[in-house]
């Protein structure tokens, strides 16, 4: 127990840990973890922390360090219900070790409590015995929101109602295990878990290998295959339905999508049709065959659940009841994580698999019962309080376990009156004090109390395959009695010490179960409005860049009186002000302060940090398709904008912030265009930047290369359009202004111009897949027959404004066009054209 003086017996071989044990008891104490039920350091503790005890502390805050960047440069994050911004992974430095034979025990019990909750679940949702002869009240099965009534009678397809489940455990201070909540809806933290793994085998890589510890690749891959074997076709569509970007574990769900090669979809991008569930797709509807659903059940058909729901799909239930779709866990399965439940689990256990439970439930009283009630009014100051079952809404039944004592005069008394009104919706809970572990804080192993969630898969022959390790959350509260990931939480790695070297496994298949491909899937609509709107956003960053750097050298000149400087200043700011980044204030004053506020301000929507921004914020919803570096460069962007309390020296540094910030951009474009597959993704992602680049140079065509235009307007348009080097090499006589608008809006062969951008939007549009089975052109490429028209017979002496006005017009109407074509969401979506040969 933290803050207690234990008598610890001394190996000899030990001396040098039992002497960093010393320095810091006095001020911690010593983790229940660290010691075993003989008075001595465990034997892995013992090895794990000797090896630490010899590492100086600047190399323990070293190691600590780079974990931390990990997690920052890779976007590991979660998300609180109710904040809008996401959180940075609280991952403790210190893993949670458990012993061979300890584990063998855990993993005994959580696999018999799943074998458990399949035969319950397949039981109320079948012939529902249990509760005809008695063993179960019917008030415990359909009084929460978790009893889906339309799901009835009905075989779950794939012949499994979970194919996923966890456990939450606690350790009392006696060493015993006790379970303290079941997760069957849709058990998160897996894919944290899986990141955690990451983070610290990187920390203590030589520990990791030598302390033999399990992999977790063998369980993730047997859950993939357990979701393959229930699908009808030999080579399923595997999606994750999520409730989307603002879920407080979306990262999680997208990391899990890409290692296991699963599709991220949401509600809107699916639709049933002839009992089918299809994604929409830019090349029309493909079929579904699994679903791995991370929406709550109630929320996954507005037809017949929560009218009000936007995040599940219309007739779903439908599709399930006719076999056309796997979906898991199966809707209805959250049945099982009912806190009245717990008390019966006992007698179920011995009545459906013939044996008591190896591990046990905190014991738990459900009110519904007079004996039960009494007992728990009774005894109402030593137990906790919880909501029987999982309700909407934060009512005083829908909250976590909560002690009597905690409570002020007002909410005892509200809650006492609940109890009376309905005791049903309530349970009476032993408190059990959690165990502690050791968790690095402020340089030094604190005990603090810790829940451990197991997870099992099930498997294709049927049975169930523990994870070797789980997800571990720490609290600083030294009396926590429930840990979740808010304020004050943070997670563990999980190391299950195996008695003999571990293999390295991973998730590579052998080289005759995989058929080789080169087409890399069809893109779902949602993913390729995403990255079309992702390039949009980095190529209008890059454009608006480019324009404050041109204000920052047109200012200096006009500081050392070089004449027209101050005309393109002021055309620069006016710019500035019609795209967004400066306001009417800013624009009326000083170019210095004009520079400083389009780059930084935070209010401004289109300064250059409310794009990069909101570059990040798109990429966060398809995180699954772009690599760790292509997100550790946006957010290293995003860090090197962001200045809080901008110095007095701030207008000075603006020009280097520039420079660096379209480093950086280029070293995004560059990502793109060497490391991604030329698949329909990367065309979005580049077409998007095509046009918002054409449209740019339309833009400041229109401002800097007009008929009046100065020698000071023409450089800044090739500064702008990067093409100084080009026009210099080919005219030796100077500035003029019939070939500064051929270079910059028709030469075919400079990459800014905006014929450039035409032929390779020309490219993309002819490379997509095209609905139409009659030969006809489709809108897009419609549109663009024109614009490739007039950009070739367009000659540079007659190009004016209003011909550059009307080709951005037209750059703009394709723009709709495409996304009219292929980002199909919602209800309103355009129709499939061709719905034939379903894959």
């Given at each position: 127990m933290a803050g207690e003086t234990k008598t610890v017996r001394r190996p000899g071989k030990d001396a040098r840990l039992m002497e960093w044990l010393d320095r810091y008891r006095p001020l911690t104490g010593i983790p229940d973890e660290l010691i075993g039920p003989d008075g001595a350091p465990r034997a892995y503790w013992a090895k794990f922390l000797s090896e630490l005890s010899q590492s100086p502390a600047r190399e323990m805050d070293q190691r600590f360090a780079q974990a931390t960047r990990h997690i920052r440069d890779t976007g590991v994050s979660y998300r609180i219900y109710g904040e809008a911004t996401e959180r940075n992974w609280p991952i403790n430095p210190l893993p949670l070790i458990l012993g061979q034979e300890e584990w063998d025990e855990i993993a005994a019990g959580v696999e018999q409590r799943a074998?458990?909750?399949?035969?319950?679940?397949?039981?109320?949702?079948?012939?529902?015995?249990?509760?005809?002869?008695?063993?179960?009240?019917?008030?415990?099965?359909?009084?929460?929101?978790?009893?889906i009534r339309p799901m009835r009678g009905v075989t779950p397809p794939g012949g499994r109602y979970m194919h996923l489940y966890a456990v939450d455990l606690g350790r009392g201070p006696d060493g015993r295990w006790w379970v303290?909540?079941?997760?069957?809806?849709?058990?998160?933290?897996?894919?944290?878990?899986?990141?955690?793994?990451?983070?610290?085998?990187?920390?203590?890589?030589?520990?990791?290998?030598?302390?033999?510890?399990?992999?977790?690749?063998?369980?993730?891959?047997?859950?993939?295959?357990?979701?393959?074997?229930?699908?009808?076709?030999?080579?399923?569509?595997?999606?994750?339905?999520?409730?989307?970007?603002?879920?407080?574990?979306?990262?999680?769900?997208?990391?899990?999508?890409?290692?296991?090669?699963?599709?991220?979809?949401?509600?809107?991008?699916?639709?049933?049709?002839?009992?089918?569930?299809?994604?929409?797709?830019?090349?029309?509807?493909?079929?579904?065959?699994?679903?791995w659903r991370r929406v709550d059940a109630d929320f996954i058909d507005p037809l017949e659940l929560s009218s009000a729901s936007r995040l599940g799909v219309p007739g779903l239930l439908e599709a399930i009841r006719s076999g056309g779709v796997v979906v898991t866990n199966m809707p209805g399965s959250g049945l099982v994580e009912s806190r009245a439940l717990l008390g019966f689990l006992p007698a179920l256990s011995r009545r459906l698999l013939g044996e008591d439970l190896k591990l046990p439930n905190i014991a738990t009283w459900w009110c519904g019962q007079p004996k039960e009630r009494a007992l728990v009014e009774r005894h109402i100051d030593d137990l906790a309080i919880a909501g029987a079952f999982r309700r909407p809404g934060q009512g005083l039944a829908s909250g976590g376990p909560r002690l009597m004592a905690d409570l002020d005069k007002t909410e005892r008394a509200a809650l006492l009156t609940a109890m009376r009104q309905r005791p049903m919706d309530f349970v009476g809970q032993e408190i059990v004090r959690?165990?502690?572990?050791?968790?690095?804080?402020?340089?030094?192993?604190?005990?603090?109390?810790?829940?451990?969630?197991?997870?099992?898969?099930?498997?294709?022959?049927?049975?169930?395959?523990?994870?070797?390790?789980?997800?571990?959350?720490?609290?600083?509260?030294?009396d926590a009695r429930a840990v979740t990931m808010g304020e004050?939480?943070?997670?563990?790695?999980?190391?299950?010490?195996?008695?003999?070297?571990?293999?390295?496994?991973?998730?590579?298949?052998?080289?005759?179960?995989?058929?080789?491909?080169?087409?890399?899937?069809?893109?779902?609509?949602?993913?390729?409005?995403?990255?079309?709107?992702?390039?949009?956003?980095?190529?209008?960053?890059?454009?608006?860049?480019?324009?404050?750097?041109?204000?920052?050298?047109?200012?200096?000149?006009?500081?050392?009186?070089?004449?027209?400087?101050?005309?393109?200043?002021a055309k620069v700011q006016g710019v500035l002000f019609a795209w967004g980044a400066i306001d009417e204030d800013t624009f009326e004053g000083p170019a210095a302060e004009a520079a400083v506020a389009a780059v930084g301000d935070p209010?401004?929507?289109?300064?250059?940090?409310?794009?990069?921004?909101?570059?990040?914020?798109?990429?966060?919803?398809?995180?699954?398709?772009?690599?760790?570096?292509?997100?550790?460069?946006?957010?290293?962007?995003?860090?090197?904008?962001?200045?809080?309390?901008?110095?007095?020296?701030?207008?000075?540094?603006?020009?280097d912030r520039v420079e660096a910030a379209l480093q950086t951009l280029s070293a995004l474009s560059g990502l793109t265009q060497d490391n991604m597959i030329r698949g329909d993704g990367w065309r979005f992602l580049d077409m998007a930047r095509r046009i918002e680049r054409g449209v740019n140079t339309c833009r400041v065509a229109r401002q800097f290369a007009t008929e009046d235009a100065s020698a000071d307007d023409l450089d800044l348009l090739l500064d702008l359009a990067d093409s100084q080097i080009t026009y210099r090499a080919r005219y030796l006589e100077g500035l003029a202004l019939t070939p500064v608008r051929d270079l910059v809006m028709l030469d075919p062969f400079n990459p800014r111009s905006t014929a450039f951008q035409v032929g390779a939007l020309k490219a993309h549009l002819g490379a997509l897949p095209n609905l139409r089975d009659d030969g006809m052109l489709e809108e897009p490429q419609r549109l663009l027959v024109r614009i490739v028209a007039d950009i070739e017979a367009e000659d540079a002496a007659r190009l004016d404004s209003r011909k550059a006005l009307m080709l951005e017009q037209r750059l703009m109407q394709l723009s709709d066009a495409i996304a009219a074509r292929y980002f199909l969401q919602g209800s309103s979506a355009t129709p499939t054209k061709k719905i034939t040969g379903l894959a």
């Open positions: 074998t458990l909750m399949e035969a319950v679940l397949k039981d109320l949702y079948g012939p529902a015995r249990l509760v005809s002869e008695g063993d179960l009240p019917a008030a415990v099965v359909t009084g929460g929101a978790d009893f303290l909540d079941d997760r069957s809806q849709a058990p998160s933290g897996a894919g944290y878990a899986l990141e955690n793994r990451l983070v610290l085998s990187r920390t203590y890589p030589t520990l990791y290998n030598s302390m033999n510890v399990e992999r977790l690749a063998p369980f993730f891959a047997t859950f993939r295959d357990g979701l393959t074997e229930a699908a009808s076709r030999s080579e399923p569509r595997i999606c994750l339905l999520s409730p989307g970007p603002y879920s407080e574990t979306y990262f999680e769900q997208a990391h899990l999508a890409r290692y296991l090669g699963f599709l991220v979809v949401v509600g809107e991008v699916l639709v049933v049709r002839e009992g089918l569930a299809l994604v929409r797709t830019i090349a029309g509807l493909k079929r579904a065959d699994v679903i959690l165990s502690t572990t050791p968790a690095w804080r402020d340089g030094a192993p604190k005990p603090s109390p810790f829940v451990l969630r197991v997870y099992a898969a099930a498997t294709p022959d049927g049975g169930w395959k523990v994870m070797p390790g789980g997800f571990c959350r720490i609290s600083h509260t030294p004050g939480a943070e997670a563990a790695d999980v190391w299950v010490l195996a008695d003999r070297p571990v293999a390295r496994v991973t998730l590579m298949a052998g080289r005759e179960k995989v058929h080789v491909r080169r087409i890399p899937g069809h893109l779902p609509s949602r993913a390729a409005d995403n990255l079309y709107w992702l390039g949009r956003y980095l190529e209008r960053a890059e454009a608006t860049l480019r324009l404050v750097r041109g204000l920052r050298t047109s200012l200096m000149e006009s500081e050392s009186a070089l004449r027209g400087a101050g005309e393109t200043q209010e401004a929507y289109g300064s250059v940090i409310s794009l990069v921004r909101s570059a990040r914020r798109t990429a966060s919803s398809t995180r699954e398709r772009l690599s760790a570096d292509f997100w550790k460069l946006l957010v290293e962007l995003e860090v090197r904008l962001t200045v809080t309390n901008p110095a007095p020296g701030a207008r000075a540094e603006v020009l």
